[in-house]
C-alpha cells in the first residue's frame, strides 16, 4: 500500500501559530523593561515666559507688497522762477485747498520790488517838477 505522508498542520494553520508566536513576543519584548523608581528622569520640561493678557484698542493697518495709483493726482506747476527754499508737505499726504506747499527763493523778487518802487519815486519825482514848471 502506498500511504502518502500527511503534514501535521495545513498551511493556514501555521500561519495562524506563526502569528500567535510573533504575538507572544511582542508582548514579553514590551514587558521586559524594568518597572519603578529606579528609570532614568528625562529631562526637565522647559521654561515657559507667562503673561497676561491686555485688553486695549490697537489701529488696524495692512502691509501690502505692490505698487499703488493715486485715484485723483495734480499736477504742479510753479507761475514764477526761483529756487526752492523749502517744502511745507510730504509726498503722499493728504493737502487742502490754499495750504502753503512750497517757499520759492524771495531775494530776485524782492531786488525787483526795490527796483520798481524806485522807479516809481522817479516817475513821481519827475511828474512833480514837470507839474512845478508849467
Not at 8 to 31: D, N, P, Q, R, T
Not at 39 to 47: N, Y
Not at 49 to 73: G, H, S
Not at 95 to 113: C, E, T
Request: charged content about 20%.
Amino acid at each position: 500500500m502506498n500511504r502518502q505522508a500527511t503534514p501535521y498542520l495545513k498551511s493556514s494553520e501555521h500561519f495562524h501559530l506563526l502569528g500567535l508566536v510573533l504575538g507572544l513576543l511582542l508582548i514579553m519584548a514590551c514587558g521586559s523593561g524594568e518597572k519603578g523608581g529606579d528609570q532614568k528622569a528625562g529631562p526637565p520640561p522647559p521654561a515657559v515666559l507667562v503673561t497676561p493678557v491686555q485688553q486695549k484698542t490697537v489701529p488696524i493697518y495692512a502691509e501690502y507688497v505692490a505698487r499703488t495709483v493715486a485715484r485723483e493726482t495734480v499736477e504742479i506747476r510753479a507761475r514764477v522762477e526761483g529756487f526752492l527754499e523749502k517744502v511745507y508737505f510730504k509726498e503722499g499726504s493728504q493737502i487742502k485747498a490754499g495750504q502753503l506747499l512750497f517757499l520759492i527763493d524771495q531775494r530776485p523778487y524782492k531786488a525787483a520790488l526795490q527796483d520798481a518802487r524806485g522807479r516809481l519815486a522817479q516817475a513821481q519825482a519827475a511828474l512833480v517838477s514837470f507839474s512845478v514848471f508849467k
